[in-house]
């Protein structure tokens, strides 16, 4: 008869239950489980019964029940949590992990007592699906995890952008105001709020443009005129935009 083993990275194996004697089976259970395991503890946890709904007796059939062994002293060593062993173990409830491989093993009734034994085989094709399940899932879990920590690892550790200097931040908040003074928003914005006081203005500058005498001189000032009137329309009309009296705020802009 077989019996299972479940590694630290979530590997099943399946591995036959040695015959010749306790020595040898205890020799054999201890290697199986691995870093140097000396003592074996064996562990009756209560989800493999009520979840798994493994027996949690012996019976008059060898292997129906089924139990599992950990290294007793796999928290004094190097180890990691064996995740399946911790649920199965109620880990989560008592803050107690299981640490190191772990092995499930069947039982049977003796002449000295209760024996180890391989798993019966109708219960090992069961719990064997039961346990791949259970496997799939927390890898799933596990991955998920492992890329959330990536994710904040790299996200923590990210390099800042430089700071900006006072000049740079307002050179480049001019940009945008420029940039949206100039765009098809500022236009509409322009016809659609045409303030009075902005449009006499603009009648008295191009009075005073006609007394220039030089056409190209006169038409740069105008040019670059005309652009800062169209900015102050725009950021009139973006200081008032909640208020009740917009056109009286950008005007006062």
């Not at 790299?154 to 931040?169: D, I, V």
């Not at 203005?201 to 009137?229: C, H, V, W, Y």
């Not at 973006?238 to 802009?253: E, K, V």
């Amino acid at each position: 008869m077989k019996i299972f083993k479940i590694s630290t990275d979530l590997e099943l194996t399946v591995h036959e239950f040695p015959s010749g004697g306790y020595a040898k089976e205890n020799r054999f259970l201890r290697e199986l489980i691995g870093n140097h395991c000396d003592i074996y503890e064996h562990i009756m946890p209560e989800r493999l019964y009520t979840e798994l709904h493994m027996k949690n007796r012996p019976t008059k059939v060898p292997g129906q029940c089924v139990s599992m062994l950990i290294d007793e002293e796999g928290l004094l060593k190097e180890n990691e949590p064996n995740l399946i062993g911790s649920y199965l173990y109620g880990t989560d409830r008592h803050g107690h992990p299981i640490m190191g491989n772990i092995l499930f093993v069947g039982e049977e009734w003796s002449g000295d007592g209760i024996n180890f034994c391989g798993i019966e085989d109708s219960v090992f094709e069961n719990l064997e699906l039961q346990l791949s399940h259970m496997i799939d899932v927390m890898k799933e879990t596990k991955e998920v995890i492992t890329m959330a920590d990536n994710f904040y690892a790299k996200w923590f550790s990210r390099t800042q952008p430089r700071q900006l200097t006072p000049e740079e931040l307002w050179q480049r908040d001019t940009d945008q105001l420029r940039s949206m003074a100039t765009s098809e928003f500022g236009e509409f914005c322009k016809e659609r709020f045409n303030i009075p006081e902005v449009t006499e203005a603009e009648e008295i500058f191009k009075t005073a443009l006609q007394e220039i005498t030089d056409p190209e001189l006169r038409n740069k000032i105008d040019m670059a005129a005309g652009k800062i009137s169209y900015a102050y329309e725009i950021l009139g009309f973006c200081a008032g935009h909640f208020s009740q009296d917009s056109r009286s705020r950008a005007a006062f802009f």
